[in-house]
T-cell receptor, first 111, second 116 residues
């Protein structure tokens, strides 16, 4: 079992729809959770971080964390073609130190 | 406020040569991480450093790879006697000191290493 698993994808949604990206993790002691966006040939860009159970909203993005289920998700509302990218889920066991990344889910938003 | 700076952006080496990748963290960040991304694969952790200390090198290959973060100057990832399988994108990330946001890591633009 991988430490961090994401939907294998690719995921395709029409413009204006909600895109839902999911991630599960194996280390029950994990403390910090992140979503990164990576455009093809570019570096990962941090778009959301979440540390406690519940929802965290930032513009069109909402991160959801459920530590009991070891599950974290990212919702993108009103999806735009510019959201087309690979989304990486990352999990860290402590408040400092390395993050373990999932393999990513590729999202395509069709105009 | 400059972001994480990596250089060179592209590096071509012949098999058997040495590759040196440099990373300057964001201002105010004291933690540096190196990750490798093979084509069509995810990010794999290599090493975590603070100034003059290697904190976690559990992802580093046992041979040919080394990393340092000296008191002065950038962090260096060194690959000796490169082989074709070392061809990848190498990303550096930095984060601030410990705390609630201590692991929010920001990435540099990466060094694309090609071994010919």
């Amino acid at each position: 079992q991988k430490e961090v698993e994401q939907n294998s994808g690719p995921l395709s949604v029409p413009e204006g729809a909600i895109a839902s990206l999911n991630c599960t993790y194996s280390d029950r002691g994990s403390q910090s959770f992140f979503w990164y966006r990576q455009y093809s040939g570019k570096s990962p860009e941090l778009i959301m971080s979440i540390y406690s159970n519940g929802d965290k909203e930032d513009g069109r993005f909402t991160a959801q964390l459920n530590k009991a289920s070891q599950y974290v998700s990212l919702l993108i509302r009103d999806s735009q073609p510019s959201d087309s990218a690979t989304y990486l889920c990352a999990v860290s066991p402590t408040n400092a130190g390395k993050s373990t990344f999932g393999d990513g889910t590729t999202l395509t938003v069709k105009p | 406020n400059a972001g994480v700076m990596q250089n060179p952006r592209h590096l071509v080496r012949r098999r058997g040569q040495e590759a040196r990748l440099r990373c300057s963290p964001m201002k105010g960040h004291s933690h540096v991480y190196w990750y490798r991304q093979l084509p069509e694969e995810g990010l794999k952790f290599m090493v975590y450093l603070q100034k003059e200390n290697i904190i976690d090198e559990s992802g580093m290959p046992k041979e040919r790879f080394s990393a340092e973060f000296p008191k002065e100057g950038p962090s260096i990832l060194r690959i000796q006697q490169v082989v074709r399988g070392d061809s990848a994108a190498y990303f550096c990330a930095s984060s601030p000191s410990q705390g609630a946001s201590g692991t929010e890591a920001f990435f540099g633009q990466g060094t694309r290493l090609t071994v010919v």
